[in-house]
């Protein structure tokens, strides 16, 4: 399905777009995309963001405010380098940021910031999550639990954990072994901490078998994202190297889920991170592409478009830029 996606702030490159609705507005938390000057590479050493901004709208169609820096590397005290993609939850009247960050030893960690207002200032906990590791969390909400869902290869550093443990060589599973899985943890009660051990977010085919490592087009490879629709919990995320963003459906936060398809085929770009919401009755795809900066795949820019489901509840793919 081709689709008019649109542009939300051309002026800079923002990127990784995680959106919610707040306080009846739409508020956008997005990586913030700069020249670093670093060679591109399979590690992502060229990805090197300082900070975030929080955007908001009331509408989609609606001006979008931009206000400004809420974080940055800079803030910080156990920060490296690579500020990566965030997300943010809203409980008790407290908005809780939740970043990925390389710690001075060059290893991805998870943190968060706590802030009054959803457009922040947030201001970092003096130490990573306990227990945390790689990029890309998502916090979801569901019957009063908290949960985050993270993880991602390659540069994302997934590859060197088994059972949470830093295991070396670090490798990936060989193909026609199990792909390595995302993961899910619910959060404590104070929302700074896991309240438990991180679990595999287990995705399995049409057979009910785990995806494989040699599954290029199914399986997972960064950008967790969680939604419910009529009553059912879709899990989406990027397959990375083969340019697309797919879907799973389970019955609980916790999964097992089925892998239903492709939400979006490739945009220019490298690999395609989003959010899904509701918004006045509506669903929305936030994602990025890099069609503004002539293909350059550090420089992206986000953009959302409207969504369909069939009924049977399958998203109805649209076709990327």
């Known amino acids: 399905m081709k689709k008019q996606a649109r542009y939300l702030f051309p002026k800079d490159y923002m990127a990784d777009p995680s959106a919610h609705v707040f306080e009846g507005k739409i508020y956008i938390y997005p990586s913030h995309d700069r020249e670093s000057g670093i060679a591109e590479n399979d590690n992502g050493d060229h990805f090197d963001m300082q900070d975030y901004h929080a955007f908001s709208l009331s509408s989609v169609d609606a001006e979008v405010t931009d206000h400004g820096c809420i974080l ?3 803030d910080i005290p156990w920060a490296g380098r690579q500020l990566w993609d965030s997300d943010v939850a809203h409980k008790d009247g407290k908005y809780y940021l939740y970043y990925s960050l390389k710690d001075k030893n060059d290893v991805f960690r998870l943190g968060v910031a706590v802030g009054d207002r ?3 200032p947030f201001v970092p906990c003096p130490d990573p999550i306990r227990g945390s590791y790689s990029i890309d969390p998502c916090a979801f909400e569901d019957n009063g639990q908290h949960y985050l869902y993270f993880g991602g290869i390659w540069g994302g550093q997934l590859q060197y954990y088994r059972n949470n443990k830093l295991t070396m060589p670090g ?19 104070d929302m700074q901490q ?20 040699g599954d290029i087009d199914r399986r997972f490879f960064e950008a967790s994202w969680m939604h419910c629709y009529q009553g059912k919990y879709y899990f989406s995320y990027s397959t990375g190297d083969s340019h697309l963003l797919c879907y799973a459906i389970g019955d609980n936060p916790y999964g097992p889920f089925t892998y239903q398809g492709v939400i979006l085929t490739p945009v220019v770009g490298w690999t395609t991170h989003h959010s899904i919401l509701e918004f006045e009755g509506r669903w929305y795809l936030f994602h990025h592409d890099s069609v503004p900066s002539g293909g350059r795949t550090w420089l992206r820019s986000m953009k959302v ?17």
Not at 173 to 184: I, R, Y
Not at 205 to 211: H, I, R, S, T, V
Request: charged share 30%; hydrophobic share 35%.
């Open 194 to 213: 896991f309240a438990e051990e991180p679990r595999d977010l287990l995705i399995l085919d049409e057979k009910g078998q785990p995806l494989l490592q």
């Open 305 to 321: 478009v409207e969504i369909d489901y069939d009924a049977d509840g399958r998203i109805l793919t649209v076709e990327g830029s």
């Open 171 to 189: 490798q990936l599973p060989e193909v026609g072994q199990p792909a390595l899985c995302p993961k899910v943890v619910r959060l404590s009660d």
């Open 72 to 74: 940055s590397v800079g």
């Open 118 to 120: 959803p457009e922040g």
